[in-house]
């Protein structure tokens, strides 16, 4: 059982930045596919980002592309979403998430496909 924990949320203004932190215990998350998801009041869930297992890809939603950069560190076993340029719409609950299946070549950010998630962390970003 893998068990996700995100931090770094909190309050910003527009234009600030924040970091995000997902830390796994309970079993090494260096062999799954890692996702960033999102959801605001009144909104579905949605994908933010998403990497690789060997950290050699990545994917964006095209709403956060060239401001938010998600990296790992399979050694901490820990993931993370660098957050800049944010918007007031980037505020909502920011959830970390791990796939289903181990190893997995194509990359994928339907949260179907994701089996492990954290509890989440509220983004707040003020205009």
């Known amino acids: 059982q893998v068990q996700l924990v995100e931090s770094g949320g909190g309050l910003v203004q527009a234009g600030g930045s924040l970091r995000l932190s997902c830390a796994a215990s309970?079993?090494?998350?260096?062999?799954?596919?890692m996702g960033w998801f999102r959801q605001a009041p009144g909104k579905e869930r949605e994908s933010v980002a998403a990497?690789?297992?060997?950290?050699?890809?990545?994917s964006y939603a095209d709403s956060v592309k060239g401001r938010f950069t998600i990296s790992r560190d399979n050694a901490k076993n820990t993931v993370y979403l660098q957050m800049n340029s944010l918007e007031p719409e980037d505020t909502a609950v920011y959830y970390c998430?791990?796939?289903?299946?181990?190893?997995?070549?194509?990359?994928?950010?339907?949260?179907?496909?994701?089996?492990?998630w954290g509890q989440g962390t509220q983004v707040t970003v003020s205009s």
């Open positions: 309970g079993r090494t998350v260096s062999s799954y596919n």
């Open positions: 998430a791990a796939e289903r299946i181990p190893l997995r070549v194509v990359l994928t950010t339907s949260s179907d496909d994701y089996h492990y």
């Open positions: 990497i690789s297992w060997t950290g050699g890809r990545t």
